[in-house]
């Protein structure tokens, strides 16, 4: 079976490469390549600047009779972008670079200039050295001057150096560095202590508001103790009930002065007895009894007033007159009712 893609061919025993026509081509032929612009240049034509890496196709050819150590050299051929000039430059294998031949300027060459004008000196003084023995000599002498006028100005930088060198940098950073410090410490400091003032003064304030509570909690405690402790109904109580205690006989006067001062004490008889009109005794009065009635009570009151204790008057007085004032009334409607029989 027979290969797919065959890799060798089939030369028949006859075969001579002799035979075979060679083609003969020129030795300035030219070839299409692709390439970038190897540095940065000028068309002197229109001034416009082909910047380095730039890509164009070129055509390339074999410089005629140049060579370097057996090495040939290649010449490229361009067109401007922008007026379509032609620039050619070629290979430069001796200073491993390209050279400019015309159509165009090499931009940033300084330092190459420098670098050839270098070493062209070099080599002329070199070539003067191999037939004058005095250049030599001469040529001696000015390097050690130039080497002790560079030790000199070695020696004065470095003294530059020392002058500067006696401020100390470092030295300055780290005093600064602790100021710092220092400060950011003694703010901390501040703030902690006015932190601790602070909640100081409100702990003072706690402490103080509870205490007001606390008082105010037990004066409203001790008047509602004094107000379930007296009642309505201590007003009417006798003057047994009153000599219990000094304290609640204060309560009741209070009581008794502030229901004195609204409707009016009744401590005589003279409050009531104007508003009673008592009757004239007669001699076909048939009920002298009720005349002793009605002077009985006010003799009574009388009697147990002037007894009394006087720490407890006026509560008893205001019972009694009490009393007396409505026999009076029951007393007066009598005598209303027998002086129309």
């Not at 057996?70 to 001796?94: H, Q, S, V, W």
């Not at 003279?270 to 009894?289: I, W």
Request: with cysteine; glycine share 4%; proline share 4%.
């Amino acid at each position: 079976m027979s290969e797919r893609k065959v890799l060798n061919k089939y030369y028949p025993p006859d075969f001579d490469p002799a035979k075979i026509p060679k083609l003969k081509l020129p030795k300035d032929r030219q070839y299409v390549v692709r390439l970038m612009a190897p540095f940065n240049m000028r068309c002197k034509t229109c001034g416009e600047y082909i910047y380095k890496g730039k890509k164009f196709n070129a055509r390339k050819e074999t410089v005629q009779n140049e060579l370097y150590m057996g090495l040939p050299i290649f010449r490229f051929y361009i067109k401007c972008t922008r007026c379509l000039a032609e620039i050619t430059f070629k290979t430069d294998p001796e200073n491993t670079d390209y050279a400019m031949e015309h159509g165009a300027t090499r931009n940033f060459q300084a330092e190459k200039l420098i670098e050839e004008e270098e070493k062209r000196i070099q080599q002329e003084r070199e070539d003067e050295e191999l037939n004058n023995p005095m250049k030599v000599l001469e040529n001696r002498t000015k390097d050690s001057k130039m080497e002790m006028e560079v030790l000199e100005n070695l020696q004065e930088l470095k003294e530059l150096n020392q002058r500067q060198a006696l401020v100390d940098f470092e030295g300055m950073i780290d005093r600064y560095r602790e100021l710092e410090k220092r400060e950011r410490e003694r703010e901390k400091e501040e703030d902690e202590r006015e932190t601790t003032e602070m909640l100081e003064r409100v702990l003072v304030k706690r402490l103080r508001d509870s205490d007001s509570d606390s008082d105010r909690e037990e004066q409203s405690s001790s008047q509602s103790k004094t107000s379930c402790a007296d009642k309505p109904t201590d007003i009417l109580t006798t003057d047994e009930t009153d000599v219990q205690g000094a304290s609640s006989g204060g309560v009741k006067r209070a009581k008794v002065e502030s229901w004195e001062k609204s409707v009016g004490t009744l401590r005589g008889r003279g409050a009531l007895s104007s508003l009673v009109v008592r009757k004239k005794p007669t001699a076909t009065d048939k009920r002298p009894v009720t005349e002793e009635a009605t002077v009985s009570p006010v003799s009574k009151t009388d009697s147990k007033t002037s007894t009394g204790d006087s720490t407890d008057a006026p509560k008893s007085s205001v019972s009694q007159n009490a009393s007396s004032s409505l026999s009076l009334l029951g007393a007066y409607s009598d005598s209303d009712s027998n002086d129309s029989e």
